[in-house]
C-alpha cells in the first residue's frame, strides 16, 4: 500500500490530509458543540474596558503575564479562584499567555486599584523593586482608539449575541446592564464618562487635562480593564 | 543529450537562501537583544523614555524576535531547500517550466513584501495577540496566497516528474503544505470588524470567532502544530535528503522512514492539548495531550535514530567534515528535544515547568540545535553546488560550530535552572502554610540566569555572523569547481 501511494502523489497527499485532520476534528468539534458559556456575575466588558484591553494586546501585555489561574494552592494563595471556563465566554481572543515573567492578573482588580497602576506604569521600579518590567509612558500620552472597540462591540453582538443593553444575572440575584452606545458620537460620550471617573483617582496633571479636554490616554483605559479583572 | 546531467535552475533557491541569512541574523539580533533586556532591564529604554521607548520595549520586540525567526529564517531556510531538492529527486529543472519559475518567484517576492509589513506592523503594536499567529486579517490573506503558491509549485514540479517515486523528503514538504495550510485557516478564523460594523475604527482590526477557552482549544491546536509542521517535519525532509548527499551513505532504513512518517503524522496533532494543563479545557483533552505527547517519542526518535544509523561505519566524517558535525548534532539535539518535551508534558512536571523559564529553554534547544544546525548544514552543502566554489573556509566553519554549540549549551542550562527554580520557588510554603516567597522574589533570582542565556544568544548570534561571512566569501571567490560534485563538499582549509 505505501509503495502504490508514493507513486501516486495525488492519493498520498490525501492519506497525509486524513491522518492529520482526524485529531483536530475529535478533540475540537465536540468541545465546540458544547459552546463556552458565561458564568453567572460575568459580564460583557464595556467600551473602555474593552478599548483597554486592546491596548493591553497591543503591547504584548501577554508575552509576559498570565490570565489564568491553576487548581493548585499556592496560586489560588497567591491569585485568587482558579479560572472556570464561563469566566471567558466575552474573551476574544482569550488572553491566558504562556509566561510568566510577571505574575498573573486573572483577578488584579480585586487588589490592586488605579493609583497603584498609575505609579507602576509610570516608573515600575519604584513600585516593585527589583522588577525588570520597563515603564511604559507613552500610555500616559497616546490617545485611546475608542472607535474601534466600539466596532468590535457591534461585530460581536451581531454575529455572537453578546448581551449589550440586556440584563445579564448577578450572583446575588440582581441584573445589571452593560450599555452600547447606539452611535458611534454615544459610545465615545460613554467611554469619555468612565474616563473621567478613572481620571479623578490619578495624579498625572497631562492626563487629567486630556480627560477634561475630551481626550482619553491609552493609560486610562488600561486601567479601567484591570480595574475589570476581577 | 541521453548521458548529459540536468542543468537545474537555483534562482528562486538563491533567493531564499539570501532572505535566510538576513532575516535570520535580525531575528536572531533581536533575540539576543530583548534577552540581554530581561538581564539589564535598562536597555528598554535604551533610547530614553520618550516616544520611541514603545519600538525599543521587550514586549514589542519579543513578537519580531519570534516570528522573524519561525516565519523568517526557518521558512526561507525551508523553501531555499525546497527549490534545490524538490527538482532533484522529482528530475525535473524549474527552467523546464515558464509557469513554474514564474510561481517560484511570485511566491519568493510576494513573501518578502508580506514579511516587510509584517515587521511594521508588529512595531505599531498591531497583532491579534495569539502566539505565532499574531497577523491581522489582510496578513492572514496574504499568507494563504503565499502557501498556496508554494502548494502550486509542489504540484506542478510533482506533474512533470520524471523520477516516478517520491522520495522521502517530499511526504514531509507535501504533508507541511497540508498541514500548515489547515492549521493557519482554521486558526485564523476572525471577522473585520471595519467592514462588520458598517466602517467604523480601524480597517485591520478584527475579531475572533472563537470565545475564551474554545480560542485558547484552537490556538493551541494551531500553536503546537505550527511548531509541529514549520520546525520539525520540513526540517526532517531537509536532513533525509542533505545527510545521505554529504555522507555518502544510504538511509539506514526505509521502513524506519515509513513507521516514522505515519505515526508522527498521525501522533502530532493531538499532543497540543499539553500547551492547556491544568486549564479550563476539558480534561480528557489535557489527558490526551499528556499520553499522546509521550507516544510521540517513538516516531521522533525514528526519525532521528535514521539519521543517526545513516552513518553507520562512516563515523570518522563527524571528526573531518564539519558540515556532517552540524547534521548529527542537529538529529541529536532533536532527540534531546523531543525527549524533554514529553518531560515537560506530564502533568505533575508540567505543574512546575508551566509559565517558567524551561519552556523557553526547550524551544531553544530544538529551534538552536536542531533546526538552526540542521539549515546551516543545508546551506553550507547547497552553496557551492549553486556557485560552483568549494567551501571559502573550514576552519572558520568548525570554529562557527563550536561557538554555537557552547552557546546552546549555556542557554538551555541556565533556563532548565531558572524555570526549575522559578517553578519550586512558586510553590513553596513555609511551616505555616504561607506562600513562601512573593512574586518579586522569584524574579529577582533569576538575574545570574538571564546573563548566561544572553551570552549563550550572543555567541549564537556570533556563530551566525560567521556562517554569513563564510557564505559570502564562498560566493565571491575565485576557485571554480567544473564539475557536479559527488558526496563531501569540498572546502577551503
Known amino acids: 500500500m505505501f509503495h502504490w501511494l508514493e507513486k501516486n502523489p495525488f492519493f498520498f497527499a490525501l492519506a497525509v490530509f486524513v491522518t492529520i485532520a482526524f485529531a483536530g ?10 459552546q463556552s458559556r458565561p458564568l453567572i456575575g460575568t459580564t460583557p466588558y464595556s467600551t473602555l474596558e474593552l478599548a483597554g484591553r486592546h491596548v493591553y494586546i497591543k503591547n504584548s501585555c501577554n508575552a509576559c503575564h498570565s490570565q489564568l489561574i491553576r487548581p493548585f494552592k499556592s496560586e489560588t494563595d497567591r491569585y485568587g479562584d482558579y479560572s472556570l471556563s464561563g469566566e471567558y465566554a466575552y474573551d476574544r481572543p482569550f488572553l491566558w499567555g504562556s509566561k510568566r515573567t510577571g505574575p498573573d492578573l486573572m483577578r488584579v482588580g480585586n487588589y490592586r486599584t488605579t493609583d497603584w497602576h498609575e505609579n507602576h506604569m509610570w516608573d515600575p521600579e519604584k513600585v516593585v523593586p527589583g522588577t525588570i518590567m520597563p515603564a511604559y509612558r507613552w500610555m500616559f500620552v497616546n490617545n485611546t482608539d475608542i472607535d474601534t472597540a466600539y466596532a468590535e462591540m457591534l461585530t460581536i453582538e451581531k454575529f455572537f449575541g453578546v448581551p449589550y443593553n440586556k440584563p445579564v444575572p448577578m450572583k446575588d440575584g440582581t441584573t445589571k446592564i452593560i450599555k452600547m452606545g447606539a452611535t458611534l458620537n454615544e459610545a465615545r460620550m460613554m467611554a469619555l464618562e468612565e474616563a473621567i471617573t478613572i481620571s479623578h483617582d490619578m495624579k498625572n496633571q497631562d492626563v487629567i487635562d486630556a480627560v477634561a479636554l475630551g481626550r482619553i490616554p491609552e493609560i486610562v483605559a488600561l486601567i479601567a480593564y484591570m480595574n475589570s479583572l476581577k | 543529450m541521453e548521458n548529459r546531467p540536468l542543468e537545474y535552475d537555483y534562482s528562486v533557491s538563491k533567493l531564499f537562501i539570501y532572505n535566510t541569512l538576513f532575516v535570520g541574523f535580525i531575528g536572531m539580533f533581536v533575540g539576543t537583544y530583548i534577552a540581554w533586556e530581561m538581564a539589564f532591564p535598562s536597555l528598554n529604554v535604551i533610547f530614553g523614555d520618550g516616544a520611541i521607548a514603545e519600538y525599543t520595549n521587550f514586549s514589542r520586540l519579543r513578537v519580531l524576535h519570534t516570528d522573524s525567526v519561525i516565519y523568517g529564517f526557518v521558512l526561507s531556510g525551508v523553501w531555499a531547500t525546497w ?22 518567484k511570485l511566491h519568493f517576492w510576494i513573501y518578502f513584501a508580506s514579511s516587510a509589513v509584517i515587521v511594521v506592523s508588529l512595531f505599531m503594536g498591531i497583532t491579534t495577540s495569539k502566539e505565532y499567529a499574531e497577523f491581522e486579517w489582510p496578513l492572514d490573506l496574504g499568507i494563504t496566497v503565499i502557501w498556496l503558491l508554494w502548494g502550486a509549485s509542489i504540484a506542478g514540479l510533482i ?3 520524471r523520477e516516478k517515486t517520491l522520495y522521502i523528503s517530499l511526504w514531509y514538504y507535501i504533508a507541511t503544505f497540508l498541514a500548515v495550510a489547515m492549521l493557519h485557516l482554521l486558526n485564523n478564523l476572525e471577522i473585520p470588524t471595519y467592514y462588520a460594523s458598517g466602517g467604523i475604527g480601524a480597517w485591520s482590526h478584527s475579531v475572533s470567532m472563537y470565545a475564551g477557552t474554545n480560542d485558547a482549544l484552537v490556538q493551541w491546536w494551531f500553536g503546537h502544530n505550527a511548531v509541529a509542521f514549520v520546525l520539525t517535519t520540513p526540517i526532517v525532509a531537509i536532513i533525509y535528503y542533505f545527510l545521505p548527499k554529504e555522507s555518502g551513505q544510504a538511509i539506514y532504513s526505509y521502513k524506519l522512514s515509513l513507521l516514522s512518517f505515519w505515526g508522527l503524522m498521525f501522533i502530532y496533532l493531538w499532543a497540543g492539548g499539553h500547551h492547556v494543563l491544568f486549564s479550563t479545557v476539558p480534561d480528557w483533552v489535557q489527558t490526551m495531550g499528556s499520553v499522546f505527547s509521550v507516544i510521540l517519542i517513538l516516531p521522533s526518535w525514528g526519525s532521528a535514530i535514521n539519521m543517526l544509523l545513516t552513518m553507520k561505519g562512516e563515523w570518522q566524517q563527524v571528526a573531518s567534515s564539519p558540515i556532517i558535525k552540524f547534521m548529527v548534532l542537529g538529529s541529536t539535539f532533536y532527540m534531546f528535544s523531543t525527549l524533554e518535551g514529553p518531560i515537560q508534558a506530564i502533568k505533575s512536571v508540567n505543574a512546575i515547568a508551566h509559565f517558567t523559564d524551561w519552556i523557553i529553554g526547550h524551544v531553544h534547544d530544538g529551534a538552536l540545535g536542531w533546526v538552526g544546525f540542521t539549515i546551516i548544514a543545508a546551506i553550507y552543502h547547497m552553496i557551492p553546488r549553486m556557485f560552483k566554489r568549494e567551501i571559502y573556509s573550514k576552519k572558520l566553519m568548525a570554529t562557527q560550530f563550536w561557538i554555537q554549540t557552547l552557546g546552546i549549551v549555556l542557554y538551555f542550562t541556565s533556563m532548565w535552572i531558572a524555570g526549575i527554580t522559578q517553578g519550586m520557588m512558586w510553590r513553596a510554603h513555609d511551616e505555616f ?25 550572543t555567541l549564537y548570534l556570533i556563530g551566525f555572523v560567521m556562517f554569513i561571512y563564510n557564505i559570502y566569501k564562498t560566493m565571491s571567490a575565485r576557485q571554480v569547481e567544473e564539475s557536479e560534485l559527488q558526496n563531501a563538499t569540498p572546502m577551503g582549509a
Open chain 2, 159 to 161: 506533474g512533470l516528474r
Open chain 1, 25 to 34: 476534528l475529535v478533540e475540537i468539534v465536540p468541545n465546540f458543540a458544547q
Open chain 2, 433 to 457: 502554610g504561607n506562600l513562601a516567597y512573593s512574586f518579586i522574589d522569584t524574579v529577582t533570582v533569576l538575574h545570574p540566569y538571564f546573563i548566561i542565556r544572553a551570552v549563550g544568544g
Open chain 2, 83 to 104: 527549490y534545490y531538492v524538490g527538482q532533484r529527486v522529482l528530475k525535473v529543472s524549474m527552467a523546464e517550466s515558464k509557469t513554474l519559475m514564474v510561481i517560484g
